[in-house]
């Protein structure tokens, strides 16, 4: 049903909500419905699994695990409280069975922690789970408002309106599939087995898949290096070593541009100077075009977007992992990491969702030490060396930029000079001849150097954001530095907690930050 890459992969999420009373003629027409919306997924995410989760209740959830068994696509199985006690909840029991087999043929089954004798409370944290969880939510549905708290239109709305007091978690990114399914209990609906698509947010269709396509893209690169087991700390370093391979790419990028430049205006002043125009115009048109060529590159291989977008989810994903060792599982760094930046980032808030999902249910732990040592101290570490670097290095390149401004000027100085000289034919004792080269040459180097002073100061050290970084390590040094203390201080696990919650949300919301102002400045189009 999948190969061993499908489990290291970051999946498409589909959950399931339906009724239970679906009529049995109807089965079979409904189960292709369902494979025509898998078929039409795969087909915009190639590279990338798909994964069905469905509570395998009687009817609608059978069918949809039915049908992702048949398109050899994952079945996970999520439980609303002890599978025996479930089994018993089943009106037709020789559906006992059919449920055995599919639970057999799962990929993954994880019951949630919820006491079967509150049963409504179960099916109703089932539904928020389902939806929660999912990109697509395919509800077969025959239409009808109820206000049965885990019921499949409570799940719907649910969806639909996202989280009390952060809907945004829910909308852009997000779409529910209504397939209109009489039941027996309503058999005649208007337009039976009609699928209504409803893309949630302000996304339509064309811009919910296009989010995907970075997943995709993502996962299609993965495939030729998955070497790792699908845990959050190995996820952390795949996106620290693209990070690292790109960000050196992206430097070479920029010192390339630099010299290609610089040899283009040195092949003009050739040019200007010696006869050897046929070599001289095919050597600067060869320049231009290695420009070209590499500029072109370069946006088609997005290594600064690769950085930009790889450093920001490995350090999302870092705070998730610590939120997991820490048992705070009561959220997702996907429902705050970049919530106030529009669909633009949609796409990462997903990878970010689906990751969390996939890693779901490995152990975790909660030894303070530990985090103390390897967060804490670890994250202290790196802004203080962090700032020292990007210091000495934006101080090398604020020197660099004032020497060739200060040459540029004195360039310029000297140029005027000798143009008053030629205009008002003063004679100070050089030849026409002379001065007409010094104002040449002086207009040359005047040229060169203050147009390399303004590439370093609006090109290099602005797309490199030393600055900015610089600033926001600043910041968050001492809410590290601090935190330690108060977790220190702390008495009880909900203190700790409660530290270790906060500084996560501080330090996405800096992150988010960092990463929206590099991406102002990448280059573009690729990996949008």
Known sequence: MMNSEDTKRIPFLISITGHRDILPDHENRLIQEIQQIIREIKQRVPDTPLVILSALAEGADMLAAKA???????????????????????????NIEVFNDLIERSSRKDTLACASSDKKNCYKNLGQHLADHCNILIALWDGNSSSKEGGTSWVVTYKKEGKKGNQF????????????????????????FAVEKNFLGTMDEKEFFDSFS?????????????????????YINYFDRVAVKNQKAHDIV?????????????????LHNFQAEKFLWGY???????????????KRSAVQNRFIYSRGIAEALRIQDQWKKNAILETAVADHYLENHGNAFVWIRNLLKNIEYQVTGQPSGNDINRLKTDWFDEQIRYFDHAIESRTRKLHRLEIVERLFYTIGLVATAIMFACFFVEELHLNIGLNHQFVSMILHKSIFVSGVFLLTAAFIDEKYIKMKGYKEEIVNFRIMRPIFINAKKLLEAASTEGEKKSVIFDLGIKALEENSKWLVSHDKRRLKPGFE
């Open 169 to 192: 978690a829910h909308c852009d990114g997000n779409a529910v599939y209504h397939i209109h399914t009489p039941r027996r209990s309503n058999p005649v609906i208007d337009d039976p």
């Open 68 to 94: 992702a068994i048949e398109e050899k696509i994952q079945l996970h199985v999520i439980l609303p409280y002890d599978q025996n006690t479930y089994m018993d909840s089943f009106d037709d029991k020789s």
């Open 254 to 270: 920029l010192v390339t541009i630099v010299v290609l430049v610089w040899c283009g205006i040195v092949s003009l002043e050739i």
């Open 284 to 298: 600067g048109s060869a320049i231009l075009l290695a420009y070209g060529i590499h500029h072109f590159w370069a």
């Open 214 to 234: 970075n997943i995709n893209q993502i996962n299609c690169e993965m495939a030729s290096k998955i070497t790792f087991e699908a845990t959050l700390s190995e």
